[in-house]
């Protein structure tokens, strides 16, 4: 192990630990944080509730409870060891939109306290950091870049669409490229296997005193520092918040209520196919794209967003070349175990051969020497920012973890917001693409029930210690520090007021160096 990593279960460590600044978490926010800070001051800290590796019983201290919508599991779809969810994260990055930041207080999405100008510098650098290109900016020159024509983009050819591009991040496990590096740094010291339990503010409420932790073999620690930083996910930040309730009784910066509420994901549903003409761009294809290294989705210009009231909505399309009772036979000839002589192997390998044509078109997209063929239809897959609700939430329980601590449990909800913009969402961009000429679409009816029952996320927690410019509507202020708290801030997305469309991981790293800058500064005042 290198210098500067210390298990809290041994006896390298005492009571208590000093710093100058505290950072719980060490994930995409906190990693962030704590490479930039010890770049500039001494005496950091931080401090990691798991090891190197996933551990049964630190993550098992994530279960919760689903009390709404069916969501994934709390324990799997967030990683408590060093490195965080990063460990298994996908990659896929883009830069919010210049809409993102904007009020719409009709659909109840909030203004962000900063300006998409002021954080462009710090996302540009959190690309770089990343591996991915500045070219996100520019969908047309990043698809040149790939050696694709720009031509087929709807961009140029339609009023209200506009095509948005994800690319996947070269460097993802941050946690495996940041250890070295700070495990050498003389100016930081990271203690693993040490779990946050309560956060302590001074009697009048104005500034932490010091954070309570735990090890899971029973030692308690108190961290004392000048400033306290908490970036432990958004479940895990809202919990801590909202158990340290012995000074405020409502829990730490939930004077409004809002600690917890306006938890949301990127939502998505499968619904309705569209029928391609031979003018289908196959730029919008999912697994053309895919075989090209491209992420590319269809969705409309911030104008016409603005003007029909929408969320951010996008399109994938989804080739299907066959009947799904024709994938089975297909899965169950490729990986099925047959007996000699069962007659099941021939009624798989007759059904498949009623839809040769089909099972070859699919075969030929995995060749790239044969041209790439249209497939019968499209399934449409339709992805959604997700509304701030103040009934989408954490909710407190009275059960108790291994350390003693309540648990949390969520309460994922979806509001009238979320239903129309994926119905009107459907409703515009197939009326488009007909009109365009590049095929036409079977319908499916967009109702709440049909939303309810086939709606998931995407593993993207925000929203629930949201930023804004006073207590009444917000927990941090657009310095990510809790209002009326002098010395506590946050890192991650659950500061961000509004999902977007984009993943929020590169995000949360932009923000993060901008934090940094904004401690550094804290500290000289
Ligand atoms: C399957 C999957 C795919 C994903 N794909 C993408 C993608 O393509 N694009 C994208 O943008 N995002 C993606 N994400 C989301 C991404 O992983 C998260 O946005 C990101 O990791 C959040 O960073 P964070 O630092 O806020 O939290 P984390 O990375 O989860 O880090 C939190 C850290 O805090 C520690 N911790 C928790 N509680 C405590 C405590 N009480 N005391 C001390 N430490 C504590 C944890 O152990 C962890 O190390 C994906 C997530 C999953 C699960």
Redesign the pocket.
């Known amino acids: 192990m290198a210098a500067g990593y210390i298990d809290a279960r041994g006896s390298e460590v005492g009571e208590e630990i000093e710093a100058s600044v505290a950072i719980?978490?060490?994930?995409?926010?906190?990693?962030?944080l704590a490479r930039e800070l010890s770049r500039k001051i001494g005496g950091v800290a931080l401090?990691?509730?798991?090891g190197f590796d996933l551990e049964g019983e630190?993550q098992s201290?994530?279960f919760g409870n689903q009390l709404g919508l069916p969501y994934?599991n709390l324990a799997?779809?967030?990683?408590?060891?060093?490195?965080?969810?990063?460990?298994?994260?996908?990659?896929?990055?883009?830069a919010n939109d210049a809409i993102d930041y904007e009020g719409r207080p009709v659909l109840g999405l909030p203004k962000w306290p900063v300006t998409p100008q002021e954080v462009e510098p710090y996302i540009r650098s959190a690309a770089e950091s990343l591996g991915i290109s500045g070219d996100f900016f520019d969908v047309g020159l990043f698809v040149e870049s790939l050696g694709l024509s720009s031509d087929e983009l709807a961009d140029g050819r339609s009023e209200v669409l506009e095509t948005k591009v994800?690319q996947?991040?070269r460097d993802i496990r941050?946690?495996k490229i940041y250890r070295e590096p700070l495990g050498s740094t003389g100016n930081l010291t990271v203690y693993h296997h040490?779990?946050?339990?309560h956060v302590r503010l001074a009697a009048d409420g104005s500034r932490v005193e010091a954070v309570d932790?735990a090890t899971l073999t029973g030692r308690k620690i108190r961290v004392k520092a000048k400033i306290t930083v908490l970036?432990?996910?958004?479940i895990?930040?809202a919990?801590?918040l909202l158990v340290s309730n012995d000074v405020m009784n409502v829990g730490i910066g939930n004077e409004s209520g809002c600690v917890g509420r306006y938890f949301m994901d990127h939502t998505h549903i499968f619904a309705s196919r569209f029928i391609p003409s031979p003018t289908f761009p196959l730029i919008y294809d999912k697994r053309f794209t895919e075989r090209n290294n491209l992420n590319l989705n269809v969705g409309f210009k911030d104008d016409f967003l603005r003007k029909e009231n929408l969320l951010q909505y996008y399109c994938r399309f989804n080739p299907v070349y066959f009947d799904e009772d024709i994938g089975e036979s297909v899965r169950n000839i490729r990986y099925g175990l047959f007996e000699p002589g069962d007659v099941r192997f021939l009624k798989d390998v007759a059904n498949v051969l009623s839809d040769i044509h089909g099972v070859a078109a699919q075969a030929a997209t995995y060749q790239d020497m044969l041209p790439y063929p249209l497939p019968r239809y499209y399934k449409l897959e339709h992805r959604l920012e997700q509304a701030p609700n103040p009934h989408s939430r954490i909710v407190i329980s009275d059960r108790k973890d291994a350390l003693g601590s309540a648990i949390a449990d969520l309460d994922w909800q979806i509001n009238e917001h979320d239903i129309d913009s994926f119905r009107r969402g459907q409703e515009y961009l197939v009326n488009e693409f007909s009109a365009l000429g590049y095929g036409r679409a079977e319908i499916e009816e967009i109702t709440p029930e049909l939303v309810k029952s086939r709606v998931s996320g995407?593993?993207?927690?925000i929203g629930t210690t949201r930023m804004s410019d006073t207590p009444a509507d917000g927990v941090v202020n657009g310095d990510c520090r809790v209002h009326n708290v002098a010395n506590l801030y946050i890192?991650?997305?659950?500061t961000f007021p509004t999902a977007g469309y984009?993943?929020?991981?590169?995000?949360?790293i932009g923000f993060?160096l901008r934090l940094a800058d904004r401690i550094v500064a804290d500290l000289q005042a």
């Not at 719980?24 to 962030?32: D, E, I, K, N, V």
């Not at 970036?231 to 958004?234: D, G, L, S």
């Not at 890192?491 to 659950?494: D, E, H, L, P």
């Open positions: 719980f978490g060490a994930g995409a926010a906190g990693l962030t401090i990691e509730a798991g630190t201290l994530y994934y799997a779809c967030r990683l408590r060891y060093f490195g965080g969810t990063t460990n298994h994260w996908s990659g896929f990055c883009r994800f996947v991040a941050l946690g040490l779990n946050a339990v932790c970036c432990c996910h958004a895990e930040n919990r801590l995407h593993y993207h927690h890192g991650g997305s659950s984009s993943g929020p991981t590169m995000m949360i993060s």
